[in-house]
């Protein structure tokens, strides 16, 4: 028979997922996170130099959208 755990340690922390305005860039998410089109399709990110990151477009003239390529340094 199995007893669940009654002891006052805690369980493991639980993961979050961290997003980042830039005032003149995208909105950097960090963290799990998943992405889907207005009809619930899973969207891919591109690649990342940063693992675990995505870059969301917060200025409109990305040709990747809704995934940040840049466009906003131009």
Request: charge should be neutral.
């Amino acid at each position: 028979m199995h007893m669940p755990d009654t002891s006052d340690e805690p369980g493991p922390e639980p993961v979050r997922t961290v997003i980042t305005w830039k005032p003149s860039g995208p909105l950097i998410v960090e963290g799990p996170v998943e992405i889907r089109d207005n009809s619930g399709h899973p969207l891919v990110p591109p690649p990342q130099k940063i693992p675990g990151q995505v870059k969301l477009c917060a200025c409109g003239l990305s040709k990747d959208r809704p995934f940040c390529d840049g466009s906003h340094k131009r």
